[in-house]
């Protein structure tokens, strides 16, 4: 059975800094492309960063780049998200994504609030 624990989302000033982290198991965690999405109050979901399986590309929203840093421990089945001078507009759920060709898996998200 397919089980995602999100965690380190939270409340930060703007500016500030917070890592998530999104655990995964019943799956082969290795074979799949693993992605960040948000969805602010009000809003779509957008994709945020992707990683491919091996880790060996990625991509970024325009709005992230330069501030945003995905990774993962394929040894951990763990998928990372580091943000770094976040602002106001990042608000959202955050939610980790896991994919392979038509199969795709959804954690549950966890809130990022930036406010000062």
């Known amino acids: 059975q397919v089980h995602f624990v999100e965690s380190g989302g939270g409340l930060v000033q703007p500016g500030g800094s917070l890592r998530l982290s999104c655990a995964a198991s019943?799956?082969?965690?290795?074979?799949?492309?693993m992605r960040w999405y948000r969805q602010g109050p009000g809003k779509e979901r957008e994709l945020v960063a992707a990683?491919?399986?091996?880790?060996?590309?990625?991509n970024y929203a325009d709005s992230v780049k330069g501030r945003f840093t995905i990774s993962r421990d394929n040894t951990k089945n763990t998928v990372y998200l580091q943000m770094n001078s976040l602002k106001p507009e990042d608000t959202a759920v955050y939610f980790c994504?896991?994919?392979?060709?038509?199969?795709?898996?959804w954690g549950q998200g966890t809130q990022v609030t930036v406010s000062s």
């Open positions: 994504n896991a994919v392979r060709g038509s199969r795709y898996y």
């Open positions: 019943g799956f082969t965690f290795s074979m799949y492309a």
């Open positions: 990683m491919s399986s091996g880790g060996g590309s990625t």
